[in-house]
């Protein structure tokens, strides 16, 4: 199933001019805030009626604005979760969960067991929204939207809202919506952890334009990416397996570029992982390192440099069967003769790498 989606728009002093494809699995729209993600996830869902342009969900036709077609909101069939919950106060959690239900049509069944198992949200059927957490009630609300057995689900930020604390409580839960369903999702963020360790296909959106859009490990991996993703954001994923808990509190990781040393994290020897290494957070060398305090060295090879217009540079690394993206000074890069084909060393601290930064791998 492909959501097809070609915009334009205009209000005020914002223009859009937006198109993308999103393939099933996890389409994250990203970008800072007033490039035009809301308004695009809007139009889809149809509470934004757009100046032109084209809508379609596996050839199914939402809005067609030269054939004038627009699908009324209740006939899309898509599921809207918010960035706060809009839980019916009044009603018990079973009774949300029913209220979804409701929609779904009859032949295709409600998945009920199941969505609660997914979302461990069974021991909260009986409590009123009034007694849960902002993780509990965000979850509530992705049953909910669930049950209605939607063709598309559609998320508005639905973590801003959260704390961290909160945010790590329900991203797992997240990652399950996405490897055990086979609803597509458009997900709508600014946050780039989210998106990191979320999105199968990314979509770069910037001052209302889509300036690149793909397969989120390509574009994440991506130098030309990083304007749009910010130069303290950017960064790449490995993706390893859980080899062994050490008994220092850390958890030792296998990639294909190597052993990668990281704090430890909850999860089973064999377990697929995906970690998020922040471009800011990689040192190069051009020979092996000794005498550091950071326990993790790579063996990578450069294959792509751009040079920024100020001090900085971004190199695009292939370690293993994985890319990396490293920030340093423009002077580093020329002193170090860093040029695509050159071998070289990635250094990355232990304890830079956060638990927000480890997802499972989809």
């Not at 040079?307 to 020329?334: C, H, K, N």
Request: aromatic share 4%.
């Amino acid at each position: 199933m492909t959501l097809s989606v070609r915009l334009t728009h205009r209000f005020g002093g914002f223009s859009l001019d937006a198109a993308f494809e999103a393939p099933m699995g996890v389409t994250a729209v990203f970008g800072r805030s007033g490039s035009g993600k809301t308004t695009v996830i809007n139009a889809v869902a149809g509470l934004l009626r757009p100046d032109a342009g084209h809508v379609a969900l596996d050839g199914r036709v939402l809005f067609d604005s030269s054939r004038k077609v627009f699908m009324p909101v209740h006939r899309r069939r898509l599921g809207y979760v918010f960035q706060e919950g809009r839980l019916f106060p009044h009603l018990s959690v079973r009774q949300n969960l029913d209220y979804g239900r409701w929609f779904a049509p009859r032949e295709e069944g409600a998945g009920f067991d199941h969505v609660v198992a997914m979302l461990g949200i069974g021991a909260l059927l009986d409590r009123r929204p009034g007694g849960l957490s902002g993780g509990e009630k965000q979850r509530v609300a992705i049953g909910r939207a669930l049950l209605a057995k939607p063709r598309l689900l559609l998320m508005d930020e639905p973590l801003a809202a959260l704390d961290e604390e909160r945010k790590a409580e329900i991203l797992p839960y997240l990652e399950r919506l996405r490897d055990e369903t086979e609803i597509p999702v458009l997900y709508v963020s600014h946050s780039m952890a989210e998106v990191a360790r979320l999105a199968t296909t990314l979509v770069l959106m910037e001052a209302g334009r889509v300036v690149r859009a793909g397969p989120a490990a390509d574009v994440l991996s991506d130098p030309d990416s990083v304007p749009a993703l910010g130069v303290r954001t950017a960064g790449a994923s490995l993706h390893a397996i859980v080899a062994a808990q050490e008994e220092d509190g850390l958890t030792r990781l296998q990639t294909s570029a190597g052993p990668l040393l990281i704090p430890r994290v909850e999860a089973e020897i064999g377990a697929r992982l995906a970690i998020r290494i922040p471009a800011q957070d990689v040192i190069l060398s051009r020979n092996r390192p000794e005498g550091l305090s950071a326990l993790n060295v790579l063996a990578a090879t450069v294959t792509a440099v751009r040079l920024g217009e100020g001090p900085g540079a971004i190199i695009q690394l292939r370690a293993g069967e994985d890319l990396l993206l490293a920030r340093v000074t423009r002077r580093s890069a020329l002193a170090l003769e860093l040029a695509p084909g050159v071998a070289c060393f990635a250094i990355l601290k232990t304890v830079a790498v956060a638990q927000t930064n480890v997802g499972g791998a989809g």
